[in-house]
């Protein structure tokens, strides 16, 4: 399983970016895909989900507004629109997968670096 992440770079406070990840080696609708971000010093955070079906997608609280999640099923690529973005964004941004019936993300990318400058 394969999940490489692109689309990162830097960004004007109060601009937008649209990250990408796209998954190979699993069968892409049986999974919940999931974007989390890890700032400077800080701990990996929860960003954003999206079911297999593309409803009822979730956010943290500090991007609800700003941040939206989507996926394509059919080219197995999950996305992630970043919208109004601050310095306090910045940070490696992951995608990761799991399936429905398990709590815990299974696959991780190697992230794609996030920078928001004031």
């Known amino acids: 399983v394969q999940l490489v992440e692109s689309g990162g770079g830097l960004v004007q406070a109060g601009g937008s970016l649209r990250v990408s990840c796209a998954a190979s080696g699993l069968t892409f609708r049986w999974y919940v895909m999931g974007w989390f971000r890890q700032g400077p010093g800080l701990e990996r955070e929860f960003v954003a989900s999206?079911?297999?079906?593309?409803?009822?997608?979730y956010y943290a609280s500090s991007v609800k507004g700003r941040f939206t999640i989507s996926r394509d099923n059919a080219k197995n690529t999950v996305y992630l629109q970043m919208n109004s973005l601050a310095p306090e964004d910045t940070a490696v941004y992951y995608c990761?997968?799991?399936?429905?019936?398990?709590?815990?993300?299974?696959?991780w990318g190697q992230g794609t670096q996030v920078t928001v400058s004031s």
């Open positions: 999206i079911p297999a079906s593309g409803e009822t997608a």
């Open positions: 990761a997968a799991r399936k429905v019936e398990t709590a815990e993300y299974s696959y």
